[in-house]
């Protein structure tokens, strides 16, 4: 059988993470992907949905916080026991 070569741009860590997912299936990164490409010639397009999550508010509102903190927005809290983060949880 003729095959040919397809190079792509990807991160490692989702290299990597993708290598071990589809190796637990016993496929390779190749496999994977011409599976990919045979069931979307298939079904004619994207075999699976494309969409936006979403997010109820609370987990919105979540989301934007630790983005705030993780650009130095807001600060981040931190405690000196796991009690002292307990007794702050029930206070919430």
Same mark, same amino acid.
């Given at each position: 059988? #003729?095959?040919?070569?397809?190079?792509?741009?990807?991160?490692?860590?989702? #290299?990597?993470?993708?290598?071990?997912?589809?190796?637990?299936?016993?496929?390779?990164?190749?496999?994977?992907?011409?599976?990919?490409?045979? #069931?979307?010639?298939?079904?004619?397009?994207?075999?699976?949905?494309?969409?936006?999550?979403? &997010?109820? @508010?609370?987990?919105? @509102?979540?989301? #934007?916080?630790?983005?705030?903190?993780?650009?130095?927005?807001?600060?981040?809290?931190? &405690?000196?026991?796991?009690?002292?983060?307990?007794?702050?949880?029930?206070?919430?």
């Amino acid at each position: 059988m #003729k095959t040919d070569t397809l190079s792509m741009r990807i991160d490692p860590e989702v #290299k990597t993470q993708a290598e071990e997912t589809f190796g637990s299936f016993g496929l390779s990164l190749s496999d994977a992907v011409n599976i990919f490409f045979h #069931k979307a010639i298939m079904v004619g397009g994207m075999p699976f949905k494309i969409r936006q999550p979403r &997010y109820n @508010a609370e987990t919105e @509102a979540a989301i #934007k916080e630790g983005r705030a903190i993780l650009a130095g927005a807001i600060p981040s809290k931190s &405690y000196a026991s796991f009690s002292e983060l307990l007794a702050d949880l029930e206070n919430d």
